[in-house]
């Protein structure tokens, strides 16, 4: 029977993977640095992650909160969760952290493939999952593609982290409320 894994090496190993991750970008960073600086052997790391682009993508998805969102019986409740939940708190070093994994992927396809399966995909599944839910109530319009309505609530997020604006919470609210304009469906004159 296996020993469980001891939480604190859990802790010391995702902060070294983010400290090397910060300091080397994932190229320069080896499995060997991050056993190194957390103070633990290579086996260590091989025992929880397969390799380094796994490694990396665990990391990262620990750092967001976890998004699961309960069937509240009303779409806007549960669209807004999503949003509270699921958008980092510090979105311009969220989007630097991302933004080095994307300048990765030509050398590094496995990282950004082990990004998207482990941490983006799961995460815009639940986001299209509610989208469609409200759908289905009638609360969402049907004319409008679940995968572009969660692209035009990001679309502006991105774009603000990357010109240096606010996206705190105020914003967010904002936002949000504008999103919820468009998705609704219009009401006949």
């Known amino acids: 029977m296996a020993r469980p894994l001891d939480a604190e090496k859990d802790k010391a190993i995702e902060a ?4 090397l991750l910060n300091e080397r970008g994932f190229a320069r960073m080896s499995v060997e640095a991050v056993a190194t600086a957390a103070g633990v052997g290579k ?51 969220y989007v630097g952290l991302i933004g080095g994994l994307i300048a990765e992927q030509e050398r590094h396809p496995e990282l950004i493939a082990a ?3 482990h941490v983006l995909l799961p995460r815009r599944a639940v986001g299209l999952a509610l989208v469609k ?14 995968e572009r309505a969660l692209d035009l609530f990001s679309g502006p997020f991105l774009a ?8 705190g919470p105020r914003w967010r609210e904002d936002a949000f409320a504008a999103w919820w304009h468009l998705l609704r469906p219009r009401t006949s004159p």
């Open 133 to 146: 839910r409200g759908q289905e109530r009638g609360d969402i319009r049907a004319d409008i593609d679940p």
């Open 43 to 93: 086996p260590a790391i091989y025992r929880r992650y397969p390799d380094k682009a796994a490694l990396v993508a665990a990391v990262i998805a620990a750092r967001l909160p976890a998004l699961e969102v309960p069937d509240l019986g009303d779409t806007r409740a549960e669209l807004w969760l999503a949003v509270e939940r699921g958008f980092p708190d510090d979105g311009a070093a």
């Open 115 to 117: 990004f998207r399966e």
């Open 160 to 167: 603000r982290v990357f010109a240096g604006l606010d996206t």
């Open 16 to 19: 070294a993977t983010l400290a």
